[in-house]
């Protein structure tokens, strides 16, 4: 007995060390090439177009960042994003919790043929052409809006909130209901709160969607005042590439290969800051919306 227990410990062992060394390749094959975009950001021309790959740069340059950080234009974009991005995530939750609660009650009437369309909507869209004369026809064109109201709802993020409502006892809403609260108040006073895990994790997948915005702004907006920091990230990349492109008001300058690399850093930053703070729910409010209902 003692000799098989020796046996599947040492198995064990082995296993162990295996599956840290595999998750140690698959951590720097994900970490190495941001790591190289961070360095490069910070490395001459010289040394960039020398080297293929960088993990520290021999001489430290600001000059990109210098450059970028003179150009409204960026500051301008980095705004765009950033009001689009709360102003979009508060929307966004607003109406998909509302309407995960109301589906995840089962008295609600007409509630499976509701849940079908939801998810005949994940495998069906109407295409590029027929939304973008809904949002015309809705006078968005060219409004912050158009990069809101058509993707406010996301219907799997949405059914990940309702199968987390919908694992909650159902006897919290009849003892509210008893002491007189409405279905308003059962929901504000008593699902919400219960549901901050679950609040959390969607409210980063929002919030990384809108951050990331650029077709839509591209079919919608004509405005270049108006463009999201991915757009004029775009237009920096097509400029330094040496192609011929309308830029408005973004000029690039050498270093051009450094500066696609302080955009990339200076763009993806806001969303690394953002996920510590949702972190420690983001597991447990994906699991427990994906796994129960």
């Not at 960026?74 to 979009?88: A, K, P």
């Not at 009437?109 to 849940?115: A, C, L, V």
């Not at 919290?172 to 699902?191: N, P, Q, R, W």
Request: proline share 4%.
């Amino acid at each position: 007995m003692s000799q098989s227990l020796r046996k599947e410990s040492l198995g064990s062992r082995i296993f162990t060390v295996i599956n840290n060394a595999l998750l140690v390749i698959i951590a720097l094959a994900c970490l190495l090439p941001f790591i190289n975009i961070i360095a490069s950001s910070f490395a001459t021309t010289d040394e960039v177009m020398a080297k293929r790959f960088i993990l520290f740069p021999t001489t430290f340059s600001l000059d990109a960042y210098k450059y970028i950080l003179s150009t409204p234009t960026i500051f301008r974009g980095l705004g765009v994003s950033v009001g689009v991005t709360i102003v979009g995530t508060v929307v966004s939750m607003a109406l998909t919790s509302l309407m995960a609660y109301a589906l995840s009650r089962k008295y609600l009437q007409g509630r499976n043929f509701i849940n079908f369309i939801v998810v005949f909507s994940m495998l069906f869209s109407g295409g590029m052409i027929p939304t973008f004369l809904v949002v015309k026809g809705a006078g968005l064109i060219d409004s912050y809006w158009s990069l809101i109201l058509p993707v406010a709802i996301n219907a799997f993020n949405m059914i990940i909130m309702r199968n987390f409502f919908q694992a909650l006892p159902e006897s919290l809403e009849e003892s509210a209901k008893i002491d007189g609260s409405t279905d308003f108040g059962v929901f504000f006073k008593i699902m919400l709160p219960l549901a901050l895990p679950s609040i959390a994790t969607i409210s980063l997948f929002y919030a990384v969607a809108y951050w990331n915005t650029y077709m839509n702004a591209i079919l919608y907006i004509t405005d270049s005042a108006k463009w999201p920091i991915q757009v004029l990230l775009r237009q920096i990349v097509i400029v330094s590439s040496g192609m011929q492109a309308e830029t408005g008001s973004v000029e690039v300058v050498p270093p051009a290969q450094t500066i696609k690399m302080a955009v990339i850093v200076i763009t993806t930053v806001p969303m690394l800051l953002a996920y510590p703070f949702v972190q420690k729910h983001f597991v447990k409010g994906a699991m427990l919306g994906a796994v129960k209902g």
